[in-house]
């Protein structure tokens, strides 16, 4: 789905839902949402997505009137409902503000100001844009400095169909109007927040979001759900076609069925929940890369634009990689933070520096070398390569080609060649040559 037509998406999707929206678990939700929200009173709040304005309201009361409260959506029909609970109490809710609006253009509401808000709030609604990263860099430029956002997003085996229906859209290059599969973890949604330069105080889940606790399906269930979600669900009419909508019977069910383990499918209706809060030193505010291991019990952001990379083929890197070489990229010491550092292990392979790893996972994460503490050399397999906002370093150096595995080719990239370190000593010319 483009980020241009997702406001229209969204629109057709929510429209027929608005009338009943209220009576669906949503209410519940929104005061378990609420609950998490630091607020004092006097506060600004922006609820995005705000639909009926279950949290707006519930806002609305804990900032009180000295306060202010503005929420925006995209779908009129939601809004209406909002703006009638308003309009009934006006008294109680003077200080309640609604905007019919794109949130991924706030900029086209003049009432917004830039770094006005106290807290950002999210319901239930970030997956619906096509770029998380993008969308929530765009919602912080509204908060204050040391203002907070509030966002949710589903855990990977809630609203089950929805997840195979959007694998089953992305096989077939259809549009769907939310974009979820990237909400794997808690740590997924912790390295959204990270990558915009957000500090997270707590990522959570929170479980029983909609009432059902966890259920199980047969694999055989699929028709059911396909049925439910594509034959009478289809309200952005994306499976109108009825060629299309055979060919996403098939997938669905093979999609389905690779979720089922034993013959089982589980659904589990967990919710992650995360608070972010902007920076107050506005060059803190900007992450320009961050990563950690495989099992996420590391994490690190620096706030310093990585510079080159160095692929390194001495034994040690072979052995510690599995591989031929390690690539590392360069941070500066002062910018890097490690967010998550439970299992960080560090340990000294010769007398030349101290490597990290996890070690619960094994990741390698890191080398700093005696000579050089100020600078850190980061594994290029860690980094999160969205954070780098498609500016990838470059390898600028091989190294320690002297112990180079004979099975390994060197790339033809033009980057100096070294026997050892590229401290001083030329560059090696017969490495140059194809090996
Ligand atoms: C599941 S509802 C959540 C509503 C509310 N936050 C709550 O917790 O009850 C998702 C809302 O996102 C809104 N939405 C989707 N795309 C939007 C966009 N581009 N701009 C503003 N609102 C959008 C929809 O109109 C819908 O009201
Ligand atoms: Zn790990
Ligand atoms: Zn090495």
Redesign the pocket.
Known sequence: MSAEN??QF??RF?DGKAKT?NQTW?PD??QR?SSYLQLSAGDHVL??????G??TFLAAHRVGSQGRVVG????PS?LSQAKTRKEINEDAYSHVEFYE????NLDAVKELKKESFDMIT????LV??PDPQKVITHWVTFLKPGGTLVVDSPHPRSFLAGMVLERTCQRLKLPIPYCRCWSTSEHALRQVLEDVGLEVEKVITLENQSGYGRRCYEDSDWDDHFVEKVVLGDVARIFADPETRRQAQAVFKEEWENMAVNGRVEEVDSVFLGIGRKSTDPQAAKTMLSGGCRCGNIRYTSSAKPTDITNCYCRACQQLSGSGFLPFVHVPTYALKFTESSTLKKIKLSHVGERAFCSSCGSPISMVYNDSLNSNCITMGSVNGASLKDAWPKVTKHIFLKEKAPWTILPDDGAPRFDGFSDGSPPVEAYAKPQ
């Open positions: 997702q406001a969204a629109i929510y929206y949503h939700y929104a949402f609820d995005i997505a705000c639909g009926t279950l949290l925006v959506d995209v779908t939601m609006a794109d949130a991924m999210v319901a239930s609604a619906l844009f």
